[in-house]
């Protein structure tokens, strides 16, 4: 079986063969034009003729010749065949399909990949177009080989797929049309000598917006927008179109109106390279306007990424001299006074999605799923089009290779997948934990407990609520808040995550060690980075010990309250504003800002456990595969004063004794003496008649503590 860098090898030197014959007869009448204007004292600084009659004798030694440029020899459906057998594209094969290259590009293509295989050809090359500086593929030489008038120039163009998709770039140096010198892209010639298979790699047009496999218009945008601004776009009668609102939608958005013109779409380069020459990014900027004009494209830009960056005054004098229609999103309106003074403008808004347009999408996402389940979905993941996609794939993937040889059901594969997509988001304020407790993990008295499972419960009815019944309407929140008060070990935190693995989401713990920041505007900032990745990883975000954040505000004495107090009036508008789920910890309520207090839709006191509270959680605190003697007595234990952290703590001291003792089993005297650490730890005394008939295990703790 051949190999299939061999079968690549194969074709490339069957194309060449033609392109030689075309080389010659160029440099056969380069020679009898040169004839008519011989000087003999110039021979030593030329390839006379007889030095390119060799060279083309050595290289077409390589390459059969017989056929002309455009045919397709016996040969090479041959190798062709071959390639099939083993299931393999031949590599030119496949970049003509997918960039959908005519036969005249491929042969260009060849032609200035021929110096890379064999230096002879740059001596060729001088001689055809009577240069000896000029050894580089230039458009003359490629013109005069191949013919075809105006046809070569424009296969060149910049605009152009050879150029367009980087296969082949022009040097810098003689800019005018005939001069222009070319060499391949980088990775062109790996590609088609069959070394490298990644096409997508090579070939890559960096200004195209594509529309992704099985993209649909965003169930946000209004079907009636497109309809109406696609065609006066397509007429002319609208050149500049805003679209602002919820960034996760904003390019199908795009997509959707340019799509409606008939148009393509595409971007430009707003980004800044470092070590740019003056002038570089204006270049760059008109040259992607020149592409976009040839092929009659719309172009985008996202205006959160322009604003107040390099480029954005240059954007915007470029877009002041042309009339290429433009459409314009952000999250917060962009609207330059010289655009809007030049060109036809109209705008439209870009909603977040309600709860129905959410379960439009996800149904059209995974039309197989239960309709319950959409709805679950819609109610917990606020997802754009791409994330959705995302979901789709992974689960489906999944579901086809689930091992036991047949396709599992995509329902069970649903949890992975949104586990992998949605946990790509991540910040240095805010870590990400995968719930691992459950409802069986919680003791809680009877109302506190319920009150837990309504939190659960709104959130998952707050979108029905919000907008079917609309209340969404009549207040400001976006969301669910819930702040729980207590002493420290209570389970506030063990709550959260409880409640997160409930709803099927993550913890998103904020470390306000990192957050809080001593710049000025630095804390905001933050703020908001942690609120984005909470929205976009949809977690539960939980901020710990939160009244060091959203503390009191207090008078202005010093030049710092007022920075502080504009730091919480930031956070509060940030927290009403937010559709996350969001909790806030602290263990006194009274220093929790009324101002926040008063948007809580939840307030859930964790108080100390009681006895029945206790024994359960001394039950629990030996995992099932501890060695736990007969003589540990639950009942003791359960009378001491602890919390469920505190007790947690003394289990774990009690098995960290026992195995470093003898590793058999957890004796009560091991269970009291972890007692006794933890109870030190808590700068508490534990006496003697707290243990009852086991006071005699505490006194022989004491005594070897103090041996």
């Not at 069957?14 to 003999?40: E, K, T």
């Not at 022009?170 to 010639?189: K, N, Y």
């Not at 935190?493 to 470390?511: F, H, M, R, S």
């Not at 010990?545 to 959203?550: N, R």
């Amino acid at each position: 079986m051949p190999e299939r860098s061999d079968l690549a090898h194969a074709q490339l030197r069957i194309r060449l063969g033609p392109l030689h014959r075309a080389l010659r007869a160029a440099a056969d009448r380069r020679g009898q034009s040169a004839a008519r204007l011989s000087r003999p004292d110039l021979t030593p600084f030329c390839v006379t003729d007889e030095q390119v009659a060799a060279l083309l004798d050595q290289v077409d030694a390589a390459a059969p010749v017989g056929f002309s440029p455009g045919e397709v020899s016996g040969e090479e459906r041959d190798v062709r065949r071959a390639a099939a057998a083993i299931g393999y594209a031949l590599p030119l094969d496949a970049l003509a399909a997918r960039l959908r290259l005519c036969r005249a590009e491929q042969d260009l293509l060849l032609l200035v990949a021929l110096p890379d295989l064999d230096a002879a050809y740059e001596r060729i090359f001088a001689y055809v177009v009577d240069d000896l500086n000029r050894r580089a593929p230039s458009a003359e030489l490629l013109a005069a080989t191949l013919g075809g008038g105006l046809a070569v120039p424009r296969l060149l163009a910049e605009f152009a797929p050879l150029r367009r998709y980087g296969l082949l770039r022009a040097l810098p140096g003689d800019t005018s049309r005939p001069g222009q010198e070319f060499r391949l892209g980088d990775g062109v010639l790996d590609l088609l000598l069959g070394w490298s298979g990644d096409l997508d790699l090579v070939a890559r047009d960096p200004g195209e917006v594509l529309a992704p496999p099985g993209w649909a218009p965003p169930a946000n945008l209004d079907p009636a927008v497109p309809d109406r601004l696609g065609p006066a776009v397509a007429d002319g009668r609208l050149n500049l179109i805003g679209m602002w609102g919820a960034a996760a939608t904003q390019r199908d958005a795009a997509l959707a109106v340019a799509a409606a013109a008939g148009r393509p779409l595409r971007t430009l380069p707003a980004g800044y390279v470092p070590d740019d020459p003056p002038g570089a990014l204006t270049a760059r900027l008109a040259a992607a306007a020149r592409t976009a004009a040839a092929l009659r494209a719309v172009v985008w830009i996202a205006a959160d990424e322009v604003r107040d960056g390099p480029a954005e005054a240059a954007i915007v004098e470029l877009l002041t001299l042309t009339r290429l229609p433009v459409i314009v999103s952000g999250a917060v309106p962009w609207r330059p006074v010289p655009l809007l003074t030049c060109r036809a403008y109209a705008e439209t808004t870009l909603p977040a999605p309600d709860h129905r347009q959410r379960r439009a999408a996800w149904s059209a996402a995974l039309p197989q799923l239960a309709a319950d389940l959409v709805t679950d979905l819609a109610v917990r993941y606020r997802m754009s089009g791409d994330e959705l996609r995302a979901v789709a794939a992974v689960a489906e993937t999944g579901a086809h290779f689930a091992g036991n040889g047949r396709p599992d059901r995509i329902e069970n594969h649903l949890p992975p997948a949104l586990a992998a997509v949605t946990r790509g988001h991540s910040s240095a304020y805010a870590r990400a934990v995968a719930p691992r407790r459950t409802l069986d993990d919680l003791v809680l008295p009877p109302e506190q407990y319920r009150r837990v499972l309504e939190i659960a419960a709104a959130f998952r009815a707050w979108p029905r609520v919000a907008e079917a019944w609309g209340f969404g309407r009549r207040t400001s929140d976006a969301g669910v808040k819930a702040l729980f008060t207590g002493e420290p070990g209570t389970g506030k935190t063990l709550t959260a995550e409880i409640i997160a693995g409930l709803l099927g989401l993550d913890l998103l713990k904020v470390d306000l060690s990192q957050l809080v920041s001593k710049w000025v505007g630095e804390t905001e900032k933050n703020l908001e980075t942690v609120f984005r990745q909470a929205e976009e990883s949809q977690a539960l975000m939980f901020f710990d010990e939160a009244d060091s954040l959203f503390g009191k505000r207090g008078d202005v004495r010093h030049g710092t309250d007022r920075y502080a107090n504009l730091e919480v009036g930031y956070l509060l508008q940030r927290l009403e504003a937010s559709d996350a789920l969001v909790v806030l910890a602290s263990n006194l309520q009274e220093n929790i800002d009324v101002a926040f207090t008063r948007r809580f839709h939840f307030v859930v006191n964790f108080v100390r456990p009681g006895h029945a509270e206790r024994l359960r959680l001394w039950d629990g605190a030996f995992p099932p595969e501890a060695p736990v003697a007969p003589d540990v007595d639950m009942e003791a234990l359960a009378r001491l004063d602890m919390t469920g952290a505190g007790i947690s703590s003394a289990a774990r001291n009690a098995a960290l004794i026992a195995a470093d003792d003898d590793g058999r089993a957890i004796t009560m005297r091991d269970v009291v003496a972890g007692v006794a650490r933890q109870y030190q730890r808590e700068a508490r005394l534990l006496r003697q008649s707290d243990l009852g008939a086991y006071a005699s295990l505490l006194e022989g703790h004491a005594k070897q503590g103090r041996s």
